[in-house]
Every structure is written in structure tokens, then in C-alpha cells.
């Protein structure tokens, strides 16, 4: 059973950077693609980035040039690199996996972790 897992949350100053990792999950015949999502207070669930087996990603426009997704297959771990970070980027963040694309779509996703907290201060 895949049960994704996020770590590394906190809290940071602005500008700082966190690195977030989701352990659980393996590329199977029906799981070719992970993501990583974030819902802030009041604002609906984001997809934030997304990528294959093979490596190819895909960002929203609100992370890109500042967050990397990356993962370490031998070690069945997903990481999300977040450098520059905004107090827009406050969120809970959540690790998916079972997509077949990088649209990032919640529906495309069937296991979804519990969450790890953001928070980014002035």
C-alpha cells in the first residue's frame, strides 16, 4: 500500500529557503508521476509541481524559478527545494503520488500524505 509521508516543515524568515521530503511511495504499473501540493487559509488546494518517473517536471507559475522538485528513486524519496521563500508561500504542503501526467490535477492523485506545515515570517 502506498502512504506518502512529508517531512521538514517549519517555520523560516523570509528569503530563506526548506527543503521538504515525502517518503512511502514507489513507480508502479498505475503510479508514474508524484506532486507536491500546498492550501493555504482561505485559498483552495494548489498544485505546485509535479514529476515523472523519468524525471521530467512540471511547475505552477507561483513556484517556478524558486521551488525544485527531485527525487532519489533508489531511495523512494521525493524532495521539494524551496529557496526564496514568501509569506504567500505559508501553506500545509502535501505529497501525492498515482498521476499518469503533470497537469496538476488533485483528481489525477489517489494517495495523498497528511501534510507538512509552512510558515514563512516577515
Known amino acids: 500500500q502506498v502512504q506518502p509521508v512529508e517531512s521538514g516543515g517549519g517555520s523560516v524568515q523570509a528569503g530563506g529557503s526548506l527543503r521538504l521530503s515525502c517518503a512511502g511511495y514507489?513507480?508502479?504499473?498505475?503510479?508514474?508521476?508524484m506532486g507536491w501540493f500546498r492550501q493555504a487559509p482561505g485559498k483552495k488546494r494548489e498544485g505546485i509541481a509535479a514529476i515523472l518517473s523519468d524525471g521530467t517536471a512540471n511547475y505552477a507559475d507561483s513556484v517556478k524559478d524558486r521551488f525544485t522538485i527531485s527525487q532519489d528513486n533508489a531511495k523512494n524519496t521525493l524532495y521539494l527545494q524551496m529557496n526564496s521563500l514568501k509569506t504567500e508561500d505559508t501553506a500545509m504542503y502535501y505529497c501525492?503520488?498515482?498521476?499518469?501526467?503533470?497537469?496538476?490535477?488533485?483528481?489525477?492523485?489517489?494517495?495523498w500524505g497528511q501534510g507538512t506545515q509552512v510558515t514563512v515570517s516577515s
Open positions: 514507489r513507480y508502479t504499473s498505475n503510479i508514474y508521476c
Open positions: 501525492a503520488a498515482g498521476c499518469d501526467n503533470l497537469y496538476l490535477k488533485d483528481a489525477d492523485f489517489e494517495y
